[in-house]
Structure formats: C-alpha cells, structure tokens
C-alpha cells in the first residue's frame, strides 16, 4: 500500500538505512515454556503416574489426576496442554513477522506488500498442510486399515488450521480489528451451539451426541470419528480454536512492542494479571456454557488462556526478566524441537524398548516397587540425550 504509516517503533535503525531489521532477541522463556508443555506427553506423565503408584503420597496422586483428561464437562491440567500449545504458536507470530515488517518499513503486519503477502500465505499454507497430513500419519494412516477406519481430524491438524486462519486476520486486520474479530469467533460459536437445533436433540443440547458440534462431524468429517460420534478435533470446534492462537498473538504484540512505560518486569506482571481476569471470565461464563476440551467451548478459550498467560508470565519473569535459564534447559531441548519429539513419541520411535536396553539391567536390581519409576525415568533420559545430540548439531525439525 503506497499510504502505509512508516515504522516509528523504536527497534528501527535510526541510522542511514532506517529499513535496516533489528534482530529480536529470542524469547527463551517460550522455547522453555513449549518444552515444559511437551515434557508431559512425552514421557513426564508416566513418571508422574508411576511415582503416585509407588508412593500413594497425596500430591503424586493429585498430580497424577491432572495427567487424565476429562471425560466431558470440566477441566484438568492434561486438558490445558493442547490449547497452551497453539497459543505458544501464536505468541510467536508476530516475532516471525518481524523481520519482513522492518524491511518494508511497516508498522503493523497489515501494511505488508501485497508480493510479500502472498509469499507468507503460501508459506501458512504449506507448513499448514504439512501438519494435516502428519497428523493423519500419527492417527495410523500408514496402517491402512480402510478409508471408513482412518481418522482425519488430528491435533496437529488442528494447530494448523487455527494457527493458519489466526494468521490470516493477524495479517490482514489491525489490533482493534483482531479482537472484534476474537469476540465475534467465541460469542458466534456460542451462539451457534445454544441457539442452532441438531435434530432429534433441538437447540443448547452439550452433549456428546446431542451437540451441533458433534451433528457438524458426523455430517462433514470423512473416516472414522474419535468417538464414534464426535472428535474433538472437529470441524466447528476449530473456530474458537483460532481464538486460541489469536490470544497467542495478542500477547506475542504485547510482548513485542518497545517503550519506556512497558519494561520487561511490568510486561510479565500484566500478563499475569491479564492471566487471572481471563481465567475469572472462563469460570463466570463456564455457569452457562460450560468449559469443555471437547466442545473447545467459549468459556474453555478463556480459562485456559488465562492459564497460559500466567504460565508465561511465570517463564518469561523467571527466565528472560532475573535472567535464571540453567534449570530450564532440558524443556529448551524438547521446546526447540516440539514436533519431531511429539512425532517420535507418539509411535515413530520406540523409546521405551531403547530404554529397556540400555539400562534394564540395571532396573531388575531395583525394588519391584520401584521398577515401573526407573522404567519410566529412563525413556526420559534417552529422549533427553537424542534432542541434546540434535541441538548440539543444530539439527532441527521445522515445518
């Protein structure tokens, strides 16, 4: 656009060459924070799980409980960890725009080029349909077991999809724009689910067979359902999923912007605080619509998004404010490298048997009691030195 404002951020070179981009410093505390959520699917529950069996000891069980998810209604930390990770991707939008920003002399992603615009969308479109079709191939498709039993909807499917349409209004709108955009995907996606009738149910039905959500997959969805009857990766569910990534990207701008008035510290705290208005929100809107990963209902969005804004302010206060990064190393290793890990673990590589042989001749000399902890340790230790060899060769898996 001819009219577009020029940066006046001051990350820009002031100097000869004002289009000049000054590099971002990496948010560290976001490849920790990405890593932390990984840990657990990895292998961190089955730690957990095990020391809880091991020990009986309250807070192991309690925290063993959090490791399941909900069977409907409600929320648990399991839940959380899907969601935390698509804001994750969205906080690192705006930081992965930055550059292209400050060779075009913009303030906002929105006035990029039309040319530069277009190679980005093809890029989201790419690394978009990467994530469909690898999450098909961690559904089992090179099982094959018949087009009726292959499941088509996936986690990573879902990242993509989101992260692709959250991209698109990030790209397109300005901020005022992106939240009416926000409200408009949660206030319309509930008022779909109460008002729209399902047949043979009629209208604000939020079950697994009676909601529009559930109606939406078996109508729309190819193959097999999750649920027979619903998958939580479905199709109308993924709306308010991109108001998962657009609060990502609210808060990757926050983190960001430059001046004076907003130093590191203050920022961290304001996402904290941000953190618990929008978990009090969740919980108010949870009376009527209730918080449910399956649905990804409205009040979920929010919950969980205040909950991942106070995971990162934590990180982000610990790590990149006072300057502690030593303890989070190893979630950096899994955090750096989250999809290969992610895809290595849910079937690609057999880290249990890997584990087995190199230290279970060691683990049949522990207490039986304790054998299923050590098993359980030891699959960690090997994950951690594969993703410590990559980083150190700088081999990483990006899409």
Do not use: C
């Amino acid at each position: 656009m001819a009219n577009a404002p020029i940066v006046s951020d001051p990350l820009i070179n002031t100097g000869n060459d004002k289009n000049t981009p000054v590099k971002l410093p990496r948010l560290l505390s976001l490849d920790a924070l990405r890593g932390f959520d990984m840990f657990w699917i990895m292998s961190g529950e089955g730690v957990i799980h095990a020391l809880a069996k091991a020990t009986n000891w309250p807070v192991l069980l309690w925290m063993s409980g959090q490791l399941h998810h909900t069977d409907w209604n409600g929320i648990t930390f399991y839940d959380m960890i899907f969601p935390l990770f698509l804001f994750i991707a969205g906080v690192s939008m705006p930081y992965s725009m930055h550059n292209k920003m400050m060779k075009a002399g913009v303030s906002d992603a929105q006035f990029l080029p039309k040319a530069d615009k277009r190679s980005i969308y093809l890029s989201m479109l790419r690394r978009t349909v990467i994530l469909l079709f690898l999450g098909v191939i961690v559904n089992g498709l090179f099982k094959w077991n018949g087009y009726e039993q292959t499941r088509f909807a996936s986690v990573l499917g879902r990242i993509g999809l989101a992260w692709f349409f959250a991209g698109l209004i990030y790209l397109n709108f300005n901020t005022r724009q992106q939240l009416v955009w926000f409200a408009v995907l949660l206030l319309g996606y509930w008022a779909a689910m109460m008002l729209i009738p399902v047949p043979g149910y009629g209208t604000g039905v939020l079950t697994m067979n009676g909601s529009l959500e559930s109606y939406v997959d078996r109508l729309l969805l190819p193959g097999r359902l999750h649920d027979k009857v619903h998958d939580p990766e479905g199709v109308l569910s993924t709306i308010p999923a991109i108001g998962t990534a657009m609060l990502g990207i609210f808060t990757g701008q926050f983190l960001k912007y430059q001046s004076v008035k907003w130093p590191m510290w203050k920022k961290g705290v304001a996402l904290f605080v941000a953190g618990l208005i929008l978990i009090a929100i969740g919980s108010v809107w949870n009376l009527t619509f209730p918080i449910n990963k399956r649905l990804w209902t409205s009040s979920f969005v929010l919950f969980v998004g205040g909950w991942s804004l106070v995971f990162l302010s934590v990180f982000y206060l610990i790590i990149d404010v006072a300057g502690y990064r030593k303890w989070a190393f190893p979630f950096v290793l899994i955090g750096v490298n989250s999809i290969f890990i992610y895809l290595a673990s849910e079937g690609m590589i057999d880290f249990q048997h890997t584990a087995h042989y190199f230290f279970g001749g060691l683990i049949q000399y522990v207490s039986p009691l304790w054998q299923a902890v050590w098993q359980a340790i030891s699959i960690v230790i090997v994950q951690l030195a594969l993703l410590y060899f990559l980083y150190r060769n700088k081999i990483f898996l990006k899409i």
